[in-house]
């Protein structure tokens, strides 16, 4: 099991590492799953925009892209790409601090590897759900 942040072509440095790797450890546990390898990668829109365009074809900005690698595996482990740009501008659209929507966008993408969906509206309400749920625990 291991949890690593790193950085791809900015400048950032994420707060209170190691409280983030236990509520997100703890958090998966919740989900009776197993912690395995998770990478986040914090990166710009410009990057994000790359990876978007080529891996899933959408020529949108987002703020998470999760690359799932826990499939075959009782193990929760992946790569989650998440854009600073985005998490920045939507912390001010939605009203709430830098670092609520950052966690936000991170349990989120734990929840995309978990097996939670929001294509849908039935899906978007459950994933909100769920992240309401784990965004008590930090």
């Known amino acids: ?12 440095r994420l707060k209170n590492k190691a409280s983030i790797k236990k509520w997100i450890n703890a958090s998966i546990k919740t ?11 914090f990166c710009s ?13 959408h020529n949108t900005l987002t703020d998470i892209i999760t690359f799932d ?3 075959e595996t009782k ?3 992946g790569d989650i790409f998440i854009s600073i740009d985005r998490v920045k501008e939507n912390a001010k659209k939605f009203g709430v ?3 609520n929507e950052l966690h936000r966008v991170i349990i989120h993408g734990v929840l995309h590897i978990i097996g939670y969906k929001d294509k849908g509206a039935a899906h978007k309400k459950k994933m909100t759900q769920m992240e309401n749920k784990y965004m008590k625990l930090i």
Do not use: A, T, V, W
């Not at 099991?1 to 950032?12: A, C, D, L």
């Not at 989900?31 to 990668?41: N, R, T, V």
């Not at 829109?45 to 074809?57: A, E, F, T």
């Open 75 to 77: 193990d929760i482990s």
């Open 31 to 41: 989900e009776k799953k197993k912690p395995g390898k998770l990478c986040f990668i």
């Open 45 to 57: 829109d410009d990057y994000l925009l790359g990876l978007n365009k080529k891996h899933l074809s």
């Open 97 to 99: 601090e830098f670092e």
């Open 69 to 71: 690698y826990s499939k």
């Open 1 to 12: 099991m291991s949890i690593s942040f790193i950085n791809q072509e900015i400048n950032f």
